[in-house]
């Protein structure tokens, strides 16, 4: 009977989680479902619920189960696609009225200008003529029809008295956009109505491989547009609300940020009691994250389940008091419920993420079930959890810290970890190792998703743990909450901060603490999850070392490499600017690093280290940078403290200058530096000093020209001639600017493929329009990284059509658009 009633449980847990099958499969489309597609969808969910009626078998409920949660992620999905942006008016500026709609947050612009990032609920109550001309005025054109003809009135013809003019219809704007303004009159609050003149974009963000994807997480947070604030324009008309949700947190996180003078310290403390992560400084969340503690400093199920335990406890005990009220509600019933209501006041004051979803929705499953006396199986409840969240939102199912969130919480309940954290009937000896079980359970269950998820494993996380889940959970946790009633506790828990941090920076020291591992394929990654859910199970050692040689491919995937007297060339998506990887046999060079975007963010960071790292390089053997304009040399130094660099060329610290008749042999390829001349580099203006790289193997060359210019190309093709020139690859001069890529150094090079790295709808018009035909009209195919993503090229493969090897081709998704 037990195991008849097991089987039934875990037969409706599939039925449950099938839903989610069906809202995963949407996330995976290149495009949404058309209107046959749909109808094919709608006959196959009725077609299936007839049959399981008739013939009573559970699986037909998980087929129905899965083609029902498709259509309604289908679904959901199209109205977010229907409020994007029109493309027509992207890059447009026009005025805009609108409320603050959340927690702003502080921004930092290139040269140290302050700014803000926040959301704006766009109101359109303009009168249609004075919105159309707005548009008119800023873009050039009119946004609601570019190509339309001149009115009567702007050509000079007449028009009758008694003819009626038609007036032009307004622009459709999204209801809301993430918007960032720089030098505002005042800082913006939630629920503040501002006149601001905005910069309008589509959703977008870099492409590169296993990297993030911004146009996804914008989707995710509804957010259909971006926008950039025009310096002029921006007026405050009324001030907000104080009484909505996000009001209040604005309102302490303002106080908080007055009574704690360490900004490290009042960053985690709003983070933890506000849901405020973008208070956390981005080198302070590397440093969490590389120590392994990350997941503790943000509002996560932990902290929700232990304020609802105190609330519930306190609530019991008061509700003991009186008699009267027991009589009314048994005590524990009422602490009970009092606890879930605490959870979720807690989880939605903190912003409503992920992880307090789940655990507020696991909350109320087991306050509903201990009311009506039912026990379900753990996998039901945690299963039934998961669909309230998906339901609400289907794009939890693409953030990590969904995955990591219920994996834990599973790891937990298979292992019978909960169960033993929570007795305490045994000794506080038994119940700290029930907690140092729990954390070993969750580190190693883990480790293989966090690797799939971050390529990265903190080999100190265990240690670091060990001090900071004490510390966060029972010391700082309540500090940051309890400081909201009475704030000089936000100081003291500032001091513990601080505290934690020299623990954290103390480990993060040892050139081991994190681990870093290339791209494995799908098979390893399936192996390794199956591995890392063995490893954590309560059973005998024979089947963990099972599951540890399970997660062996995971661990030490093969590294691949061009074979000898071959060359790869990679060409990533660093938006405006230039960072190039060419990789032979057994050595890798960069040329370029790519652009600095702020104060605290360059492509180094976030596009050239993770690049190395999914392929395997330890090093780089020579870093080379054209010359010293940001775009190009921006991310160098991020480069050479993230991983070791043996030789310097070009513009890099302590690097030899680039002078034409180098030379060097790797694997089979031959390295030639073409220009500048001799002794000439430091006489050469910026662009004209920039180093050119020719690589060659097998009768296939690749040219890199860095920010060349027409007098430096008329040098090269007059130096050089057709033969020494001639390339199966050019990455285009200077971006595709006007003032390169001259007809005879196009002639001259001859390229089957044009490839130009520039910045989606960047404001120097790259590639111009006049260049692009002139690489057309000498047959080459022309690459673009703004609309191609990242580009892969093979000097043994050049038979591959190159739109084939763009990221954004083989990452094709339904919110990618049509670019």
């Known amino acids: 009977m037990a195991a008849q009633r097991s089987s039934t449980a875990w037969q409706w847990t599939i039925a449950i989680v099938s839903p989610l099958c069906g809202i995963g499969i949407v996330h995976r489309l290149p495009r949404l479902p058309e209107g046959w597609e749909w109808a094919t969808g709608a006959w196959t969910f009725l077609l299936c619920v007839a049959l399981a009626l008739r013939w009573r078998r559970w699986w037909l409920w998980a087929v ?11 679904f959901r999905a199209q109205l977010r696609m229907d409020d994007l942006l029109q493309p027509a008016l992207e890059g447009t500026t026009i005025p805009v009225r609108g409320v603050v709609d959340a927690l702003p947050q502080r921004v930092m612009g290139m040269g140290g200008t302050e700014g803000w990032r926040f959301e704006f609920r766009v109101i359109q109550d303009r009168p249609a003529a004075s919105a159309a001309s707005a548009a008119s005025a800023t873009s050039g054109t009119s946004p609601a029809s570019p190509a339309s003809p001149a009115s009567p009135a702007s050509s ?3 028009t009758s008295p008694g003819a009626a003019t038609s007036t032009p219809s307004p622009p459709r704007l999204p209801p809301r956009v993430l918007l960032s303004c720089y ?20 959703p977008r963000g870099l492409m590169n491989p296993h990297g993030g994807d911004s146009a996804l997480w914008m989707l995710s947070q509804n957010i259909p547009a971006i926008g950039t604030c025009a310096s002029k324009g921006q007026q405050r008309e009324a001030a907000g609300t104080t009484t909505s949700v996000d009001a209040w947190r604005q309102r302490f996180r303002d106080t908080l940020r007055q009574h704690v003078t360490d900004p490290r310290g009042a960053g985690v403390l709003a983070a933890l009691s506000l849901g405020d992560q973008g208070a956390v400084s981005p080198a302070d969340w590397a440093l969490y994250r590389d120590t392994g503690v990350a997941h503790l400093l943000s509002v996560s199920g932990m902290h929700v389940t232990m304020f609802a335990w105190m609330a519930g406890g306190l609530a019991g005990w008061c509700w003991r008091r009186s008699a009267r009220l027991c009589l009314r509600w048994p005590a524990p019933r009422a602490a009970l419920w009092i606890g879930t209501a605490a959870a979720w006041t807690y989880a939605l004051f903190s912003g409503w993420g992920v992880p307090a979803q789940r655990t507020f929705g696991l909350l109320l499953i087991l306050a509903v079930l201990q009311q009506c006396r039912v026990a379900w199986p753990w996998s039901m409840s945690l299963a039934v959890a998961a669909l309230g969240v998906t339901l609400a939102d289907p794009w939890a199912l693409t953030q990590p810290g969904y995955w990591l969130s219920f994996g834990a919480v599973a790891l937990l309940m298979s292992s019978g970890g909960l169960t033993s954290i929570h007795d305490t009937a045994k000794g506080w000896r038994s119940a700290l190792l029930a907690q140092v079980r729990a954390q070993w359970v969750i580190t190693v269950g883990l480790a293989p998703l966090t690797l799939l998820l971050f390529q990265q494993l903190s080999i100190v996380g265990m240690v670091a743990n ?6 966060v959970s029972y010391v700082i946790t309540p500090l940051a909450l309890l400081g909201i009633g009475w704030s000089p506790l936000w100081e003291l828990g500032s001091w513990c901060v601080s505290g934690l941090n020299l623990w954290l920076e103390w480990l993060d020291r040892a050139s081991w603490a994190v681990w870093f591992l290339p791209w494995a394929p799908f098979w390893a990654q399936a192996l390794g999850l199956l591995g890392g859910l063995v490893l954590a199970q309560p059973w005998t050692w024979t089947l963990r070392l099972a599951g540890l040689g399970l997660c062996l491919p995971l661990l030490w995937p093969v590294v691949h490499r061009p074979p000898d007297g071959t060359f790869e060339l990679r060409l990533p998506d660093v938006g405006q600017g230039s960072a190039v990887l060419v990789r032979t046999h057994r050595h890798t060079l960069t040329f370029d690093s790519g652009p600095a975007w702020g104060l605290e963010a360059d492509a180094g960071d976030r596009v050239l280290l993770p690049l190395l790292r999914g392929l395997g390089e330890r090093r780089i053997d020579l870093l080379m940078v054209s010359h010293a304009d ?6 160098s130094e991020r480069l050479l403290k993230g991983v070791a660099v043996t030789h310097r060329l070009g513009a890099v610290p302590e690097g030899r200058p680039c002078e034409r008749g180098q030379q060097w042999t790797w694997d089979g ?31 296939r060359r690749l040219l890199l020209t860095g920010d060349i210019e027409a007098a430096q190309e008329a040098r090269l093709v007059e130096g050089e001639g057709l033969e020494g020139l001639a390339s199966d690859v050019l990455v285009v001069p200077h971006h595709g600017s006007r003032t390169s890529s001259t ?6 090079t001859a390229p089957a493929v044009a490839a130009v790295q520039s910045g989606y709808l960047n404001r120097f018009g790259h590639p111009r329009q006049d ?13 673009n990284t703004a609309t191609c993503g990242a580009w892969t090229w093979r000097s043994d493969r050049s038979d591959i059509p190159p739109y084939e090897a763009c990221e954004r081709t083989r990452r094709k998704r339904y919110w990618h658009g049509s670019g």
């Open 183 to 202: 030098a505002m009159p005042s800082p913006p609050q939630v629920g503040e109505l501002w006149s601001l003149q905005v910069k309008w974009r589509r």
């Open 743 to 748: 007809a005879a150094f196009v002639t001259a």
């Open 669 to 699: 390829v031959q390295f030639d530096v073409l220009w500048p001349p001799p002794g000439l580099a430091g006489d050469l203006k910026r662009n004209a000093s920039s180093c050119v790289l020719r690589v060659a193997a097998g009768g």
């Open 466 to 471: 060990a001090v900071a889940i004490p510390l």
């Open 630 to 635: 940001q775009d190009h040399a921006g991310g």
């Open 771 to 783: 260049v692009v035909a002139r690489y057309q009209q000498a047959g080459a195919a022309l690459v």
């Open 64 to 74: 129905a189960a899965l083609v029902l949660g498709f259509l309604w992620c289908a």
């Open 156 to 158: 000079g013809s007449a």
